[in-house]
């Protein structure tokens, strides 16, 4: 089992920058792969970055080098992503993610909120 705690979200005016916080407790030394994903309003569950425990990170195409996926530490108790340059268009709220082997668990969410 793997609880996460995710923070850092706000509101921002474009071009802004924010780095979001997940917190993970419980076992995570098992976790194979971190992600972040983003949920808009009416919109499904898309994936914007992920991290495995070997440190390859994979980003999706419309993160246009924006987005940094970072770990805190081997022990994964901590994962980050970065956001520069943002735009309204990244309005959304976040979810942090990981995965041991097959399943998933994942956080609250944090909402993320960019101005024109």
């Known amino acids: 089992q793997v609880h996460l705690v995710e923070s850092g979200g706000g509101s921002v005016q474009a071009g802004g920058s924010l780095r979001l916080s997940c917190a993970a407790s419980g076992n995570t030394n098992s976790i194979d792969v971190f992600g972040w994903y983003r949920q808009a309003p009416g919109g499904q569950r898309d994936l914007v970055a992920r991290?495995?425990?070997?440190?390859?990170?994979?980003y999706a195409d419309s993160m246009n080098g924006r987005f940094i996926i970072s770990r805190e530490n081997a022990d994964n108790t901590a994962v980050y992503l970065h956001m520069n340059s943002l735009e309204p268009e990244d309005t959304a709220v976040y979810y942090c993610?990981?995965?041991?082997?097959?399943?998933?668990?994942w956080g609250q969410g944090t909402q993320v909120t960019v101005s024109s």
């Open positions: 993610d990981a995965q041991i082997d097959t399943r998933h668990y």
């Open positions: 991290i495995t425990r070997h440190g390859i990170r994979y």
